[in-house]
């Protein structure tokens, strides 16, 4: 998968926006992402597009840290499952490179890297944005969840040497400083945390060994299935689409940030294609209001995205071998309507 990241990266978004006097809901709805995203936080988003919420965030809320003080309040809930993988590991090290290892599974659109280079220890965080898209916000809230996984890990021992930014300061020195406890160096070749390389060593007094195991290969099983998710992420899309018309390929891939043929050859490593998946959700939702409701056919033509009701014809003809009028005289209202009846003429306390 390219440039997507869990949707729990944005946990505790709508309480802090809440605090900075912005709607969430619209501030979502402004950065082209689905009104659900904060229900669903294990659901997969565009990377690309939470970079744009925060920086939409910061200038309507004339917040230039929006970023940075968003990451402090998240803390580490933004890492979900792994976090229990983690807190669990021996000592602060074998914490590190476990996140390392699987941050994949939180994001694909950047990675973590644990170094020691003259006994200093680097956490570093490298993000796949896009040309044109501003990293600075994206940047900072990465690196505060970094200071806030750190101080979980270490405690009082944290003492940080160094705090490195790619980007170029959005405020003064002193604002850093107050929020990140060390003055930070701008314009620098990577974003990383530095500190003592003995630190690494340090034992996770509240670890759990078995949670540990048991947490390891939940998280390789979700390794094995973790491809698996973007033609679901695709059928998301196309269901919530498919009312508006906008089911083309080139549609969908410019909401996800990614060029059509990207795409199509993700697709086609999971071994399906952008066609057949919205043959198989427009199949799922047309049978479903053909079984529940009474809708026209021509409305739900319109529903699922054909030009007109000879054409959703012609398709339905082609999946089911009959046309949806019969299918529905077969399996839809007309049963649904004599079982209701059957039952209305029973006493309740038969139907019991």
Not at 96 to 114: I, N
Request: charged share 20%.
């Amino acid at each position: 998968m390219e440039e997507f990241s869990r949707a729990s990266s944005l946990a505790l978004f709508d309480e802090y926006c809440m605090t900075c006097g912005l709607d969430p809901q619209a501030m979502l709805t402004d950065a082209g992402l689905p009104a659900d995203t904060l229900s669903h936080p294990e659901s997969l988003i565009s990377y690309q597009r939470m970079a744009l919420l925060l920086e939409n965030c910061a200038i309507e809320s004339g917040n230039p840290l929006f970023g940075l003080e968003f990451g402090l309040h998240q803390g580490t809930a933004v890492f979900g499952q792994l976090l229990y993988l983690v807190k669990n590991a021996q000592t602060v090290g074998e914490s590190l490179k476990e996140l390392a290892h699987y941050y994949h599974l939180h994001s694909s659109s950047g990675a973590v890297k644990v170094s020691v280079h003259n006994k200093l220890a680097i956490l570093e965080y490298s993000p796949m944005l896009r040309k044109g898209i501003p990293a600075r916000q994206a940047i900072e809230l990465a690196m505060a969840v970094g200071k806030r996984l750190l101080k979980m890990l270490l405690g009082n021992q944290w003492q940080p040497q160094a705090v490195h930014f790619q980007t170029a300061a959005g405020a003064s020195p002193q604002s850093y400083v107050r929020l990140l406890g060390t003055t930070p160096h701008f314009n620098s070749a990577h974003n990383a945390w530095v500190f003592d390389a003995a630190l690494l060593d340090a034992p996770l007094s509240n670890a759990d060994a078995t949670l540990h195991e048991l947490m390891r290969a939940h998280i390789e099983q979700l390794d094995e299935l973790a491809p698996k998710e973007l033609p679901a992420y695709v059928c998301h899309l196309l269901r919530n689409f498919l009312p508006n018309g906008k089911v083309t390929i080139d549609f969908i891939a410019d909401y996800m940030m990614v060029s059509a043929r990207s795409l199509q050859r993700m697709l086609m490593e999971e071994g399906t294609s952008f066609q057949a998946l919205l043959n198989e959700t427009r199949q799922a939702v047309a049978t479903r209001y053909l079984k529940e409701s009474q809708m026209s056919l021509t409305q739900l033509a319109g529903l699922l995205g054909y030009a007109d009701l000879a054409s959703f014809s012609k398709a339905f003809q082609r999946w089911f071998g009959m046309s949806p009028r019969r299918w529905r005289e077969e399996n839809g209202n007309r049963k649904t309507a004599q079982r209701l009846a059957r039952q209305q003429r029973t006493p309740g306390w038969l139907r019991r």
